[in-house]
């Protein structure tokens, strides 16, 4: 049977996101070049509870904008499940269940093993999977404190990667493709680097490794920027797929938290309740485009 083992990480400084693609047999491993090792941030699995700041009560999972109706009291479904092929467990992270609406801000939030100074490059990885569309989803990293994030939801991220098929206000749809900040409320798709052009939906039911590659230097020294990396779909291999993607608020202040917001939209054009799954969240310092995945046979 196919399984993700854990194994045992060091310090790392750098942030990366993986998105992965389909199911590997990995165990989680050190880097042995020289580069900076990962660090676990989580990976939710089965004795997670029973390390500090590991499990599902490390996490602050809360509705900060309920307005279902008939109202349901803490809506969003945030919880570990089992992949049975593999034995291997994630994080489902849903909006609301299936069928309620009105759920506009279902916030996700867990602080990282080390802050990101100002001035510092860090690679944060994960791996994603989109359960199903339509959805609206959005993940990365803050540098408000918990209370904050909860005020300010949206604007608590700078770093941020949004997974959507949505209607924009202004009528334009969204199609599934990874997109990453260009500017305040602003979001490109990333780019197939061998065909210049946007790159193809996210496949539902596929993971994909992603390494975000996170400069936190002041802006005025070229920082609060992000570039991302993608394997997995039609990524067959590592790819590049964005360089300079912008924080949204450029606040130039310490990284804290890796962070998600589902929403369900309005009741008049909801916009859905596809969930995506996370697993494997790393750090390391400086640019690390290795892996934390050791695949065996």
């Known amino acids: 049977m196919l399984q993700i083992k854990p194994i045992v990480m060091t310090t790392i400084l750098a942030c990366f996101f993986i998105i992965g693609c389909s ?7 050190l880097s042995t070049d020289g580069r900076a090792p990962w660090i676990l941030i989580d990976d939710f699995e089965s004795n997670a509870d029973s390390v500090p700041g590991m499990g599902m009560g490390a996490w602050t999972h809360v509705d900060v904008q309920n307005e279902t109706k008939p109202f349901v009291p803490n809506p969003q479904i945030a919880e ?6 593999t034995g291997n467990k994630y ?4 909006p609301a269940a299936d069928g309620i609406v009105g759920n506009r801000k279902a916030l996700g939030f867990k602080a990282l093993s080390h802050e990101i100074p100002v001035g510092e490059t860090y690679t944060i990885y994960t791996r994603v999977n989109v359960e199903y569309f339509p959805n609206n989803h959005s993940f990365g990293l803050s540098n408000l404190i918990a209370p904050e994030i909860s005020q300010q939801n949206y604007n608590a991220f700078e770093p941020m990667i949004r997974i959507t098929d949505k209607v924009e206000s202004d009528g ?3 199609d599934g493709t990874l997109m990453v900040l260009s500017g305040y409320k602003s979001y490109s798709k990333i780019l197939n680097p061998k065909t210049n052009k946007s790159a193809a939906p996210l496949k539902p039911g596929t993971w994909y490794e992603l390494w975000c590659v996170v400069n936190n230097a002041r802006q005025d020294a070229g920082g609060q ?3 991302l990396h993608v394997r997995g779909g039609e990524f067959l291999t590592q790819h590049h797929v964005f360089s300079g993607a912008v924080f949204r608020m450029k606040r130039e202040a310490s990284l804290k938290y890796f962070m998600t917001i589902s929403n369900t939209g309005p009741h008049d054009a909801p916009y859905g309740n596809g969930g995506v799954k996370y697993d494997d969240i790393y750090m390391a310092s400086g640019e690390n485009l290795s892996s934390p995945l050791k695949v065996t046979n």
Request: zero cysteines; aromatic letters at 4%; charged letters at 40%.
């Open 225 to 227: 920027t992000y570039d």
């Open 23 to 29: 199911p590997i047999t990995a165990e989680k491993t």
């Open 80 to 85: 570990v499940r089992l992949e049975t092929e």
């Open 91 to 94: 994080l489902l992270k849903k």
């Open 172 to 174: 334009s749809r969204n």
